[in-house]
């Protein structure tokens, strides 16, 4: 069974960083329109300066300065310089096809991860419960052991067993994960 999650985020670690959200269609083409949605909107905003579509993603940029943007850019420097210059966000909206196929059978959710910083899929495949906390515990024992890591670790796997969304933010670890919805009426992802 095939889905089609939507991540819409702030690219990097810019501010809103920890708003990323997803959401999950059971086909491309709602996935496509729900994205088209929310460009037309952006569209209409004087902060818009600039949307770039590259394959799956969508990326939207916003300044409170629209008319220095179309002074500088292209002319006098490149979009990525002038963005890091002046106070401007990149929004960033990426469809990513799962293939939930191979999970028949399985009770236990899986999790899309999200590399905040890299704002890409952090792993190349769609974890367990168990598995995600073991990653992510495994990942932060090895980067931060401070208190502050230990209860950011903990926060998390709160959010794993309790919630639909998880987020850690230690240091340079910055990663969302989205739990995968089951379909209507199953304990399992079988269509």
């Not at 460009?39 to 818009?48: K, S």
């Not at 850019?73 to 909206?93: C, K, Q, R």
């Not at 899309?112 to 515990?137: G, I, K």
Request: with cysteine.
């Amino acid at each position: 069974m095939k889905q089609y999650a939507v991540i819409h985020a702030v690219a990097g670690l810019f501010e809103g960083y920890s708003d990323t959200t997803c959401e999950f269609f059971p086909n491309r083409g709602f996935a496509d329109k729900h994205i088209k949605q929310h460009v037309d909107t952006y569209r209409e905003d004087e902060m818009c300066v600039r949307i770039e579509h590259d394959g799956d993603s969508t990326y939207v940029t916003l300044s409170p300065d629209s008319d220095d943007y179309k002074a500088c850019v292209p002319e006098d420097m490149d979009h990525d310089d002038w963005v890091s210059e002046n106070d401007a966000s990149v929004e960033v909206f990426r469809v990513i096809e799962l293939d939930m196929s191979n999970r028949s059978g399985s009770t236990e959710s899986c999790w899309l991860t999200w590399d905040q910083q890299d704002t890409c899929p952090a792993w190349d495949y769609q974890p367990l419960c168990m598995s995600l906390v073991a990653r992510v515990a495994s990942d932060v024992m090895d980067n931060d052991q401070s208190v502050h890591g230990l209860e950011q670790l903990t926060d998390f796997i709160s959010s794993v067993y309790y919630g639909s969304h998880a987020f850690i933010d230690c240091d340079d670890y910055v990663m969302h994960a989205f739990r995968i919805p089951k379909p209507k009426n199953s304990d399992s992802y079988d269509s």
